[in-house]
């Protein structure tokens, strides 16, 4: 079965830290760009950034250019997203989610990962 | 990096069809084929239900289906359903600079 499973949120305070997995399985996970979209607490989809099969190609939203970094290891099947510098507006829930032709970048995701909360509060 | 705009509620009885538009503009929705449409019920992951504009995954009823003019796509469901009861997002590839961008999303309601 195709699966993504997120892991890796919490409550941290602003200005903290936090890195957020997803672990892959039912796929060959190394021929499929990635990408994170987040969902604040009852608010629309926003895409965060992407990354290319083999890790050499990158993409930011501006909200989070500079203080967000994608990363993926193609031997353990996982995608990474490593936060830094973060705020109360980027409480939400990650999702990961996985391109659905290998290749195109055709903003068409076919499997999401349930997603992990992330609550940034004093 | 603007959000594609769709109404934010849209409403129709049983059997009947309801359609949801997304406007962007010509580098986003109208540059490129590659809008998808994905639907979300409260709590529950997204799912995709049309890609590239029209097409839609294997196991997606074709009650629901997809066009594009201009800067705007539609989504339009036929033969309204309960379980047809859910949010929905359109999204579009941007070009290199923005990449990806998410519409605004619709409350659709089953009367």
């Known amino acids: 079965e195709v699966q993504l499973l997120e892991s890796g949120g919490g409550l941290v305070q602003p200005g903290g830290s936090l890195r957020l997995s997803c672990a892959a399985s039912?796929?060959?996970?190394?021929?499929?760009?990635m990408s994170w979209v987040r969902q604040a607490p009852g608010k629309g989809l926003e895409w965060v950034s992407a990354?290319?099969?083999?890790?050499?190609?990158?993409y930011y939203a501006d909200s989070v250019k500079g203080r967000f970094t994608i990363s993926r290891d193609n031997s353990k099947n996982t995608l990474y997203v490593q936060m830094n510098s973060l705020r109360s507006e980027d409480t939400a829930i990650y999702h990961c989610?996985?391109?659905?032709?290998?290749?195109?970048?055709?903003?068409?995701?076919?499997?999401w990962g349930q997603g992990t909360m992330v609550t940034v509060s004093s | 990096q603007s959000a594609l705009t769709q109404p934010p509620s849209a409403s129709g009885s049983p059997g009947q069809s309801v359609t949801i538009s997304c406007t962007g503009t010509?580098?986003?929705?109208?540059?490129?084929?590659?809008v998808s449409w994905y639907q979300q019920h409260p709590g529950k992951a997204p799912k995709l239900i049309i890609y590239?504009?029209?097409e839609r995954p294997s196991g997606v009823p074709d009650r629901f289906s997809g066009s594009k003019s201009g800067n705007t796509a539609s989504l339009t469901v036929s033969g309204l359903q309960a379980e047809d009861e859910a949010d929905y997002y359109c999204?579009?590839?941007?070009?290199?600079?923005?990449?990806?961008?998410f519409g605004t999303g619709t409350k659709v309601t089953v009367l």
């Open positions: 010509s580098s986003d929705v109208g540059g490129y084929n590659y």
């Open positions: 990354i290319s099969g083999s890790g050499d190609t990158i």
């Open positions: 039912g796929f060959t996970f190394s021929s499929y760009a």
């Open positions: 999204s579009s590839y941007a070009g290199s600079n923005t990449f990806y961008v």
């Open positions: 989610a996985k391109d659905k032709n290998s290749g195109s970048s055709d903003a068409a995701f076919d499997i």
């Open positions: 590239e504009v029209s």
